[in-house]
């Protein structure tokens, strides 16, 4: 039988133990997973941020092999190469027809949406995101996997599904940065770093990254950075304006934390017309405060995004020819890979700031 980490209790480490998968439904696929990243938002759910019920499998930076697919699914075979999609898409709602499959209607209530195709110990298990990826094998629905080139590592490509993904597209796609912009990104974790080298492809002119631990500053710089600031300095806001052309401000501010207090410093850093981009996810109960008169006089935009505003099944294979041809730095990005046995480790590598990314590589 496969393994899975099961969070029982979300003040409890995570449980190693054997799953139970239920037979592959029509539009269902069976995937032996062979690496997931451990994104923030696997902590998040830990803290409350989703509604999301235990027990439940975390992780959903998947990458693996098909093994069997069900009656209705002609996309896949078993031996492709597959990376999850947390972000689905059914192809007929009215965002999905419109062009905005990130915001398709199966991917409300991310906390629960797949709840009865794992077991364990005679309970059912939900896979958080619809992925639930800290484990050897799972089902996924076929309209939240993506085939990959056969050819790309899958402790890489599994970065693709959620760090990745969400940095480079919230710069290409959400604030559609231009060459010769200027922007500030807050908060250098996989997020964070992604939308650096996102801004460095796009061709900005200053990409400022701003975060409290300086190995993490380095690594922005690695990644494309072109000046660093620690988050903790006074008055950050002036002193990104000051980074900027004729004083004006930066085109756009990241904010890759989560916290309305970087967006409020965000909107006084950005310059009029300029936007801030929320990436991060701050606490459900947090209410972010700006001054509407500046809104208005100013055009400035607060803009969320999720899944980069991307339509994954179109971004992830441009990612992978950025990847081929070395523009792209996935390699980079992978501080450390842990065994399944380690996935608790890794939570904890997170927590405390230690990695890039850290990739669960499964045995
Ligand atoms: N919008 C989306 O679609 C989407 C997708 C994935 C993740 N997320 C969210 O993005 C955020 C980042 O995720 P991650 O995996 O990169 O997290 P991470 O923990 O790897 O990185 C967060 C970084 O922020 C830094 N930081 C913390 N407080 C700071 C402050 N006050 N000023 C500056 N830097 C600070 C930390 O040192 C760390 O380097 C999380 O909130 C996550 O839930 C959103
Ligand atoms: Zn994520
Ligand atoms: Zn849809």
């Known amino acids: 039988m496969p393994r899975a980490a099961v969070v029982y209790r979300k003040d409890q480490p995570m449980k190693i133990e054997e799953i139970s998968l239920r037979p592959v439904g029509e539009h269902e696929v069976l995937v032996q997973i062979a690496a997931c990243g451990v994104c923030h938002s696997d902590l998040s759910a830990l803290n409350e941020f989703f509604a999301c019920p ?29 990376l999850a999609a947390w972000s689905p898409a059914c192809g007929h709602c009215r965002f999905c027809k419109r062009g905005r499959p990130q915001l398709c209607n199966l991917a409300d209530d991310p906390g629960s949406r797949a709840n009865d195709r794992v077991s ?58 231009r060459a010769g ?8 974790g996989g997020i964070g770093l992604n939308i650096i080298q996102g801004a460095r492809l796009q061709g900005a002119s200053l990409i400022v990254a701003i975060d409290l631990d300086d190995t993490k500053l380095e690594m922005a710089r690695r990644i494309g ?14 002193t990104l304006r000051g980074m900027t052309r004729e004083r004006a401000g930066l085109d756009f501010a990241f904010d890759a934390v ?43 935009v607060v803009r969320g995004t999720t899944n980069g505003s991307t339509d994954t099944w179109k971004t992830v294979p441009e990612l992978i020819r950025l990847y081929q041809d070395h523009k792209l730095m996935l390699d980079e990005l992978v501080s450390r890979t842990y065994a399944l046995d380690d996935v608790n480790q890794a939570m904890d590598d997170l927590r405390s700031g230690r990695n890039a990314r850290g990739v669960v590589v499964m045995g």
């Open 54 to 82: 235990t027990p439940v499998i975390l992780g959903h930076e998947a990458a693996g092999i098909v093994q069997s697919v069900g009656s209705a699914v002609s996309a896949f075979a078993p031996g492709d190469a597959v």
């Open 258 to 300: 989560g916290s309305v207090e970087i967006a409020r410093v965000g909107f006084l850093a950005i310059a009029k017309g300029g936007e801030v981009i929320l990436v991060g996810l701050a606490h459900q109960k947090d209410k972010l405060s700006i001054s509407q008169i500046a809104a208005v006089t100013q055009e400035k």
């Open 181 to 188: 912009d200027e922007v500030g990104v807050f908060g250098c």
């Open 120 to 177: 364990a110990g005679g309970q059912t298990v939900t896979q958080f995101l619809g992925v639930g990826g800290f484990c050897e094998q799972t089902i996924l629905a076929d309209n939240a996997l993506v085939k990959i080139d056969p050819t790309m590592p899958l402790d890489r490509a599994a970065l693709l599904g959620c760090a990745v993904i969400t940095g480079y597209g919230a710069v290409r796609y959400a604030a559609q940065v």
């Open 225 to 238: 950075a072109t000046h660093t600031l620690r988050g903790d300095a006074p008055d950050l806001h002036k």
